[in-house]
């Protein structure tokens, strides 16, 4: 009798242990998508981005309004770094996931579209 009981409980613990590995497999499963859908939206943004010519004079104006107060209004720095020669030490695409990710805190994140993103890019290219 202890035999089945033994064997009813080992059915039981295999049965419970499956469960957990697909709840754990789905899990994983649904982050992995995700984390895909995410990164390829931000490849066709960053795709989109550089097959634009960007004004560098709306760039300016951009950087005015949204960066001066940690780069400085020449652009040199105050409690974010100077960004003259900022193309020669990251390229475009590392410099667009700067801005729309906030990589480097204290930077936050910007919400920006292709255009204007291109406009600043424009505008970094013209302080070397």
Avoid: W
Avoid at 26 to 43: A, D, R, S, T, Y
Avoid at 52 to 68: I, P, T, Y
Avoid at 92 to 111: A, C, H, N, R
């Amino acid at each position: 009798m202890s035999t089945s009981s033994s064997t009813a409980a080992e059915r039981d613990f295999k049965r419970e242990f499956l469960n957990i590995v697909f709840i754990v497999f789905g899990v994983l499963l649904i982050c992995f998508l995700i984390f895909f859908v995410k990164h390829q939206e931000k490849n066709k943004f960053i795709i989109e981005t550089l097959e634009l010519n960007g004004s560098a004079e709306e760039g300016d104006a951009l950087f005015k309004m949204n960066c001066v107060g940690c780069h400085g209004i020449t652009a040199r720095g105050l409690v974010g770094p100077d960004l003259h020669s900022i193309t020669q030490r990251l390229n475009d695409k590392e410099i667009i996931k700067q801005v729309t990710g906030g990589l480097t805190p204290p930077m936050p994140s910007f919400e920006i579209d292709p255009v204007n993103m291109s406009n600043l890019l424009k505008y970094l290219h013209s302080l070397e």
